[in-house]
């Protein structure tokens, strides 16, 4: 239990604003960290439309954990969680402030789970290699929310809904990772070619933007009764679960854009979608 102190600072830290949006951001490889491409240009062009945030929550495809998790540390490290790239994308540091009272704050609003501090991770890949095209000065606090790999869908949702209120504390939600990610079935031949799909990759994205633009979101939440295309899509959850984080903090009245909305390698999407 937090004491009357600690939860006065959290009210104080946290005056009522107008609603931010919230972002679910087509990550793909991390050298869009470094690139100059359409993906990072539509990063860069949605920042502009939306309010400067007091903070930022990022649920990343890359921290899977045991449990649910909230980064506390003040000064979170940035993480190169990948291996075969050059040299410069290791050399990227993005300095952002952590948020240990933002942090504190969620562990407190979440009553569908028991919501842990962590100090030692920090920022991966997912969340430092899109935030940066959208902050560039690293001037943004950030602390990252863990996906508890053992955990459902709807468990994931229910979690979202938990956090929606931040929406009204001038927090952006940010998910991280890709709606159709199979990188087993990646055509590297093709990784230049633009908006290159397969017929499934296709298939799954249409499906995918259907439900999310008609607000189907309990059929996205039982994403594993749909057709096969969208199983290929979705081999594994990680990648898909940050969409699940964005959608949930969705109300009625918000409506929903899609951006960056491209195929690469045939078997993964970029597609991005704001809503506010």
């Not at 600690?6 to 991390?30: W, Y």
């Not at 931040?166 to 079935?185: A, D, F, Q």
């Not at 979101?217 to 959850?237: C, E």
Request: aromatic share 10%; glycine share 6%; proline share 6%.
């Amino acid at each position: 239990m937090m004491d009357l102190n600690q939860l006065g600072k959290i009210a104080e830290a946290f005056p009522n604003t107008p609603t931010m949006p919230a972002l679910f951001l087509g990550h793909g490889s991390p050298m869009n960290a470094i690139e100059e491409n359409s993906f990072v240009v539509g990063f860069r062009q949605i920042a502009k439309t939306i309010p400067k945030p007091k903070a930022i929550i990022c649920i990343s495809a890359h921290w899977e954990t045991k449990g649910t998790f909230v980064t506390a540390m003040a000064n979170p490290k940035t993480i190169h969680d990948f291996g075969g790239f050059p040299q410069s994308l290791f050399d990227v540091q993005y300095p952002a402030p952590g948020d240990p009272i933002l942090a504190k704050a969620v562990k407190q609003i979440v009553s569908s789970t028991t919501v842990q501090l962590d100090e030692q991770w920090g920022l991966d890949h997912g969340a430092w290699s899109v935030i940066k095209h959208l902050y560039p000065n690293a001037d943004v606090p950030i602390i990252q929310m863990s996906l508890d790999y053992r955990q459902s869908a709807a468990y994931h949702y229910a979690l979202a809904k938990d956090i929606a209120s931040l929406r009204n504390k001038g927090i952006l939600i940010i998910g991280s990772g890709n709606m159709v990610h199979n990188l087993r079935m990646v055509d590297w031949q093709q990784l230049n070619t633009p908006n290159y799909a397969f017929d499934w990759a296709i298939e799954a994205s249409d499906t995918m933007k259907h439900l999310i633009a008609n607000d189907l979101h309990d059929k996205l939440i039982q994403y594993q009764s749909l057709s096969k295309a969208i199983q290929l899509a979705i081999p594994t959850p990680e990648h898909y679960l940050p969409l699940l984080y964005t959608l949930g903090v969705k109300s009625d009245q918000d409506t929903i854009q899609f951006f960056n909305d491209q195929a690469v390698g045939g078997s993964l999407t970029m597609t991005s979608l704001i809503v506010s």
